[in-house]
C-alpha cells in the first residue's frame, strides 16, 4: 500500500459544489429581507434606489439558478495552492494551439472570477473567436486573498505588493518561464507592482485601469484643488472626470479603507451584500451605468452584461462568506489610486470610454515610458472584461502581439 503525502506547494483540483440547503437558506433570507422606506430623491445621490433592489431581489428569490453559473464552472479547470501560508484559488485553462502566451488576469472589487469567465474562450482558443491561432493564451485567474474560494488572510500584510509576488510564484509553479500579467480595477494595482518588482519571467503588463497621473498633478488633485492651468485639453478633462470621483463617487472605498471590519451587515443579509457591491462608480454614474443596464438584460447575443451575471458575482461573494473579507483590501493599500508607480518593464494600455477616467496618452506615455500598446477602445467601460468580452480579448491580442 502506498500514501501520498501532499506538501504546502502541491496543485490541487478544485471542485465547486454547493448544497441545496445553502441555497435554500440564501432565497429565504432574500424573501424576509426588512426594507427600508424609498430614498427622498429623484436620483441615485442617495445611494442603490430601493425600487432597483427590489426588483433585483424579487428575480433573486424566486427565479434566478445559481446552478447554471455553478455548472460553467464546473466546466473549468479550477485548483488550489497554498502561497505565503494562504490558500490561493484560481482557474487554469491552457490553449490546444501551440507556442500559446501564459496570461495571468487579476479581477477587483466588488468583482470575482466571474468577471473574467466570457475572456476565457476568447483567448484560449481564439480560432473559434475571430481571432488567429498565434493569439492564443494559456489563461490563469486567480481569486484575490479574501475573494471568492480563495483563503481569508487571518493577519494584516495581504495587499497589492503582496499579491504581485505571489501571483509571481503561482506562475512559476505553474511551470511558466515567460508570461505577462493584466489587471483591471485592483487587479490594475496588483500589475502595476508586478511592473515595479520585476519578476523573472514576466515580460509585460496590461491595464485597462491605469495610474497616470504625473506626481504634481496628483498632488493637486488629492489636495481638492482646481486643475493646472498648464493642463491640455484632454489632460483638463481627465482632471476633472477624477475630482469628480473624489468628491462624489468613492465614499463606499473610503469606508473600507477605514473600518472594514465594521460591515457586518453585508455577511447577513444578502440584500444588504448586493446593495454594497452594487454601489461602485463608473463614468457614467453610482451605481455603474454599465450595471444598472445590464439589471434590465436578460439576455445578450453580443456578450453585454446580464443580470444573472450580475448575480453570479454576488451570489458567489454570499456564498463564500467573502463581504468583509475582501473589503480589507482597502484597509490594506496605503499608496495611491491613479497617480504613475515608476514601472519601466513594457506596458500596454487599453482606455474605455465609461471608465471612471480616460487617461491621456501624453500622462500615459510619462507613466510607462516602456509603452508598448495605446488604444482608445470605442465601448465599455470600468468592468470591461464583463461589458465587452469579445472586445476587450481583442485588446489583449493587440497588446500583447508584438512580445510573441
Keep these: 500500500m502506498s500514501t501520498t503525502v501532499q506538501t504546502a506547494t502541491d496543485v490541487r483540483p478544485f471542485h465547486v459544489d454547493t448544497p441545496d ?14 426594507w427600508p422606506e424609498k430614498e427622498t430623491v429623484a436620483d441615485q445621490s442617495q445611494g442603490v434606489p430601493l425600487a432597483l433592489i427590489q426588483e433585483l431581489a424579487r428575480h433573486w428569490a424566486t427565479e434566478y439558478d445559481w446552478r447554471k453559473c455553478e455548472a460553467a464552472l464546473k466546466a473549468l479547470p479550477q485548483f488550489i495552492t497554498e502561497i505565503d501560508g494562504l490558500d490561493i484559488h484560481f482557474i487554469h485553462v491552457r490553449s490546444q494551439h501551440e507556442d500559446a502566451l501564459p496570461l495571468i488576469v487579476n479581477h477587483g472589487w466588488p468583482g470575482s472570477i466571474i468577471e473574467q469567465l466570457k475572456i476565457i474562450g476568447p483567448l484560449t482558443d481564439p480560432t473559434a473567436h ?97 486643475a493646472p492651468s498648464s493642463l491640455s485639453a484632454e489632460e483638463q478633462r481627465a482632471y476633472e472626470q477624477l475630482d469628480t470621483t473624489l468628491k462624489q463617487k468613492v465614499a463606499y472605498a473610503r469606508y473600507m479603507a477605514a473600518r472594514p471590519q465594521t460591515l457586518y451587515g453585508v455577511a447577513d443579509s444578502p440584500v444588504g451584500l448586493a446593495a454594497w457591491l452594487l454601489d461602485h462608480d463608473d463614468g457614467g454614474g453610482q451605481p455603474a451605468a454599465a450595471v444598472v443596464a445590464a439589471l434590465s438584460r436578460t439576455t445578450s447575443a453580443t456578450g453585454e452584461l446580464t ?87 481583442e485588446e489583449i491580442r493587440a497588446a500583447f502581439r508584438s512580445l510573441r
Aim: charged share 20%.
Design 21 to 34: 440547503e445553502v441555497l435554500d437558506d440564501l432565497r429565504r433570507r432574500v424573501a424576509a429581507t426588512k
Design 307 to 393: 443580470r444573472d451575471e450580475i448575480l453570479d458575482n454576488i451570489t458567489l461573494f454570499w456564498l463564500s462568506n467573502t463581504g468583509v473579507s475582501a473589503s480589507r483590501l482597502y484597509w490594506e493599500y496605503k499608496g495611491g489610486f491613479w497617480d504613475a508607480k515608476g514601472v519601466s518593464i513594457p506596458v500596454a494600455v487599453s482606455v474605455f470610454p465609461g471608465e471612471a477616467y480616460q487617461a491621456p496618452r501624453s500622462w500615459v506615455e510619462q507613466a510607462y515610458p516602456n509603452l508598448i500598446y495605446f488604444n482608445e477602445v470605442d465601448k465599455g467601460g470600468h468592468f470591461a472584461a464583463w461589458e465587452q468580452p469579445q472586445l476587450f480579448s
Design 130 to 226: 475571430g481571432g488567429r491561432a498565434a493569439d492564443a493564451f494559456d489563461v490563469v485567474i486567480p481569486s484575490m486573498p479574501g475573494y471568492g474560494f480563495s483563503g481569508k488572510p487571518t493577519s494584516t500584510g495581504w495587499g497589492p505588493e503582496r499579491m504581485g509576488r505571489a501571483w509571481a510564484e503561482l506562475m512559476n509553479r505553474l511551470g511558466y518561464t515567460r508570461y505577462v500579467a493584466q489587471g483591471g480595477d485592483w487587479g490594475a494595482f496588483v500589475v502595476d507592482q508586478m511592473g515595479l518588482q520585476a519578476p523573472g519571467g514576466l515580460l509585460a503588463i496590461h491595464t485597462n485601469y491605469p495610474g497616470s497621473v504625473p506626481a504634481d498633478v496628483y498632488g493637486v488633485l488629492i489636495a481638492g484643488g482646481p
